[in-house]
């Protein structure tokens, strides 16, 4: 049982350049998150879906794009790289319900650097 | 809006030290939950704990231990004699029933170094 896979783990872009980050989870979870961890922030939800083929922005979107095929895949797309996007980005995932049957699982994390 | 503080950046303490980790929540739910993560320097987040908003007992789990106050908003962390390898940082996190349901808000995380 894999959990929440994340490809690739590492990557160097350049300014400008495109990339899709893959987030695959084989528990048959509805949520599917992404969220970019940088120093002293926490972790900042950019997009959720709360079932195949919907998405929906979190706290910061701008820049990225994000699709849901089949249930158990959640894309992260970057159109145009840009230097502020350089963070580490984890994905998630979670069941429906109440708290009580979270908590969210969580991927390695992908670390990603635009020059 | 749903928001989670942890005033303490960064903690540095001695091998075999208590230390408390603390986190202040904000919300406007009646129902909510509330977890802490664990991130060691390998970068995986590893869930510690949940705790509902009806459920107001502390929790102890071997050198961890819990204090949840509703009358503070607080779910603070305690670990008792540290060890080197309890250095990570550590995030609390809040998430909600009403339209936030769907999601956990971080706080920003505090950095615990354990010296030997």
């Known amino acids: 049982n894999a959990g929440v896979t994340q490809t690739p783990k590492f990557r160097v872009l350049k300014t400008g350049q495109s990339m899709t980050l893959l987030c695959a989870q084989d528990?048959?979870?509805?949520?599917m998150y992404w969220y970019r961890q940088d120093p002293g922030m926490g972790l900042r939800l950019i997009h959720y879906s709360v079932g195949e083929g919907t998405t929906a922005k979190g706290e910061v979107p701008d820049g990225y794009n994000v699709s849901r095929l089949k249930k158990q895949n959640f894309l992260l797309g970057l159109e145009s790289a840009a230097p502020s996007q350089t963070s580490v980005y984890f994905c998630?995932?979670?069941?429906?319900?109440?708290?009580?049957?979270?908590?969210?699982?969580f991927g390695d994390g992908t670390r990603l650097s635009i020059l | 809006a749903q928001k989670v503080t942890q005033a303490q950046t960064e903690i540095s303490v001695v091998e075999k030290e208590d230390v408390t980790l603390d986190c202040v929540y904000e919300t406007r739910d009646t129902t909510y939950y509330l977890f802490w993560y664990k991130q060691p320097p390998s970068g995986e987040l590893v869930f510690l704990i949940r705790?509902?908003?009806?459920?107001?007992q502390n929790e102890i789990s071997g050198r961890y231990s819990w204090n949840f106050q509703k009358s503070t908003s607080s779910f603070n962390f305690t670990i008792t004699a540290s060890q080197v390898v309890d250095s990570a940082v550590y995030f609390c996190?809040?998430?909600?029933?009403?339209?936030?349901?769907?999601?956990?808000?971080f706080g920003k995380g505090t950095l615990l170094t354990v010296n030997p």
């Open positions: 705790r509902n908003s009806f459920d107001e």
């Open positions: 528990m048959n979870h509805e949520y």
């Open positions: 996190a809040l998430k909600g029933s009403g339209g936030s349901n769907y999601k956990l808000t």
């Open positions: 998630a995932s979670s069941t429906l319900g109440t708290g009580d049957m979270w908590p969210q699982h």
